[in-house]
């Protein structure tokens, strides 16, 4: 692997390359054409087992280092930004988007792999489950830090206030199956409704409850019980970060 250029585990990758022959070979069977396998190409650039860059064209005799990369991402960022849509330049827009978005998360710019198969969520490239990127152990080694320092009071520096590590501690539980109720439950006549996980919560469930954290914290925002703000922001952020929509864990993990 390019040390210093490809963070991702040798298995994450070869999972995402997989996924895109196989959506590259089913796009050739629908439209009756070659495959067209730049991601794929994109990769073992990027690996530094191929000498041209997958869009500008660039040779890198020798294969790809870290600022051949980085001058790659830089080259379908700024061609995006610049060109308007049209459709002559239709082609060259969808694989500056499409080199752009494996190159990030290959460098680790992006935490959600890119998916090529009808029914492949991301997380199962990398040993997450449906949208969740992030593996078991990944979500037990925090929710054990989110713990321990809330026991030690090691609260300084993270979230917006009181409750944070608490509703990071109740989200995690809750997606590894370690508690049923939602981590937004709370009594009271409201209409809203949180109920039970009879198993691990599914897609919907989790959009449900980022969506009610995110209207909590809203100035004007609709207010589920007493939850403290901390600990809603909390739920928020732990979501969105087991989503790969950030990549800051929500606790500081050594």
């Given at each position: 692997?390019?040390?210093?250029?490809?963070?991702?585990?040798?298995?994450?990758?070869?999972?995402?390359?997989a996924d895109a022959i196989r959506g590259a070979e089913s796009a050739a069977v629908r439209d009756g054409r070659p495959p067209d396998y730049l991601i794929v190409d994109a990769i073992d650039w990027a690996l530094g087992q191929q000498a041209e860059a997958p869009f500008t064209r660039t040779p890198t005799p020798g294969g790809a280092r870290a600022h051949h990369v980085a001058a790659e991402v830089d080259a379908c960022r700024g061609y995006l930004k610049s060109t308007p849509y049209s459709a002559e330049g239709d082609d060259t827009i969808d694989r500056a988007r499409y080199v752009l978005k494996i190159l990030e998360w290959l460098t680790g710019a992006d935490d959600v792999p890119p998916t090529y198969t009808r029914g492949t969520q991301p997380g199962d490239l990398v040993g997450g489950r449906g949208p969740v990127v992030r593996s078991y152990t990944q979500l037990r080694r925090m929710l054990a830090a989110a713990r321990e320092q809330l026991a030690a009071g090691d609260t300084t520096g993270w979230g917006s206030g009181p409750g944070w590590h608490q509703g990071v501690i109740a989200t995690l539980s809750w997606?590894?199956?370690g508690r049923a109720d939602p981590p937004m439950a709370h009594?009271?006549?409201?209409?809203?409704?949180?109920?039970?996980?009879?198993?691990?919560?599914?897609?919907?469930?989790?959009?449900?409850?980022?969506?009610?954290?995110?209207?909590?914290?809203?100035?004007?925002?609709?207010?589920?019980?007493d939850i403290a703000p901390g600990y809603a922001d909390a739920v928020a952020c732990t979501l969105r970060w087991l989503w790969g929509q950030t990549t800051t864990p929500p606790v500081r993990v050594s």
């Amino acid at each position: 692997m390019n040390e210093g250029t490809v963070i991702r585990p040798p298995d994450h990758v070869r999972a995402v390359r997989a996924d895109a022959i196989r959506g590259a070979e089913s796009a050739a069977v629908r439209d009756g054409r070659p495959p067209d396998y730049l991601i794929v190409d994109a990769i073992d650039w990027a690996l530094g087992q191929q000498a041209e860059a997958p869009f500008t064209r660039t040779p890198t005799p020798g294969g790809a280092r870290a600022h051949h990369v980085a001058a790659e991402v830089d080259a379908c960022r700024g061609y995006l930004k610049s060109t308007p849509y049209s459709a002559e330049g239709d082609d060259t827009i969808d694989r500056a988007r499409y080199v752009l978005k494996i190159l990030e998360w290959l460098t680790g710019a992006d935490d959600v792999p890119p998916t090529y198969t009808r029914g492949t969520q991301p997380g199962d490239l990398v040993g997450g489950r449906g949208p969740v990127v992030r593996s078991y152990t990944q979500l037990r080694r925090m929710l054990a830090a989110a713990r321990e320092q809330l026991a030690a009071g090691d609260t300084t520096g993270w979230g917006s206030g009181p409750g944070w590590h608490q509703g990071v501690i109740a989200t995690l539980s809750w997606v590894t199956g370690g508690r049923a109720d939602p981590p937004m439950a709370h009594p009271g006549g409201t209409a809203c409704s949180h109920p039970p996980s009879d198993s691990l919560p599914d897609q919907a469930a989790m959009i449900r409850e980022r969506r009610a954290a995110e209207e909590h914290i809203e100035p004007l925002g609709y207010r589920h019980g007493d939850i403290a703000p901390g600990y809603a922001d909390a739920v928020a952020c732990t979501l969105r970060w087991l989503w790969g929509q950030t990549t800051t864990p929500p606790v500081r993990v050594s």
